[in-house]
Each structure stands twice: as structure tokens, then as C-alpha cells.
């Protein structure tokens, strides 16, 4: 994904999609790293996907990344692929389960009064469980939904 698509990045990957995303990649890079890849590009810059190369690609016209969202699902019609909490919104690691126990000492006082299950980013150790993040997601989920 282009750089400049970060919030839409964030969006597919907590609905668990393989989202590579970095704000220092430059246009040259995001096309190697598509072709080595086999990766489809996602961008909002026309230009990019001139380049010769491309195999997949896809030219986002919605500004907005709430409905930018929609838009990708639709077009590349991956609506049944949707995976809530698979994949780490901060650097697209798969999540696991995680005993409470092994994370205590991370949690926050409230958070470990009222939860019981928890998930681990296998990237990067960011820790997730079924709170207010998750209702929002579901939220943000039914209102994607609403602009299919
Ligand atoms: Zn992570």
C-alpha cells in the first residue's frame, strides 16, 4: 500500500488481511516489493501503477478512508475473508491467544479485573483483548458494511 494510506492499512489488517504498509517506502520500492511478492498494490496516486512491471494493482478513487474500506473489500470482493483480531494493526503479525497469566505485568489494573481473554501480536508483542477496541472495530465493520 502507498504511503499515504496508513488509516486504510490499520482497517484491513484488524479485519486480517496481509496488509504491507510503511510510511518510508518510496514508489520505486512498493513496486519491487509487489512483484517479488506477488503482492496487489493498493494506492491512491494513479502514477504508480504506470509502471511497467505491475502485475495487480488497484487505483483507490474514495479520500476517505471509511470509505476507502469498503471500496477494497468490494473490488477485490474479499467480504468472506474478513478475520477480526488475526492480525496485528501496528505491524501486520499474526495474533495468538495468551494466557492472562504470561501477561500480568502488562495490563493495566482495570483491564485485568474485567478480561479474561487475551491475544499476542507474534511480531510484535502488542497485546489485544475483546474491550472498547474491539467493540469499535465491530462498529467500524457494520458501517463498512453500510457503504458496500
Ligand atoms: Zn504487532
Not at 511497467?52 to 494493482?57: A, F, K, N, V, Y
Not at 507474534?122 to 497485546?127: A, D, E, V
Request: hydrophobic share 35%; aromatic share 10%; glycine share 4%.
Amino acid at each position: 500500500m502507498d504511503v499515504n494510506l496508513g488509516k486504510l492499512a490499520r482497517y484491513l489488517r484488524l479485519l486480517g488481511f496481509d496488509t504491507e504498509w510503511r510510511n518510508d517506502l518510496r514508489d520505486k520500492e512498493i513496486v519491487a516489493v509487489s512483484t517479488r511478492k506477488q503482492r496487489t498494490i493498493l494506492t491512491r496516486d494513479r502514477r504508480l501503477l504506470f509502471h511497467r512491471e505491475i502485475r495487480h494493482g488497484y487505483w483507490i478513487r474514495a479520500v476517505n478512508p471509511n470509505l476507502q474500506a469498503p471500496e477494497v473489500l468490494n473490488r477485490l470482493d474479499v467480504w468472506r475473508n474478513i478475520r477480526p483480531f488475526r492480525r496485528c494493526a501496528l505491524c501486520n503479525g499474526l495474533i495468538q491467544v495468551v494466557a492472562k497469566e504470561e501477561i500480568l505485568d502488562k495490563l493495566e489494573p482495570l483491564t485485568r479485573k474485567y478480561y479474561d481473554e487475551f491475544y499476542r501480536c507474534t511480531g510484535c508483542g502488542q497485546i489485544y483483548w475483546k474491550g472498547s477496541h474491539y467493540d469499535k472495530l465491530m462498529k467500524k465493520l457494520k458501517s463498512f458494511r453500510d457503504h458496500a
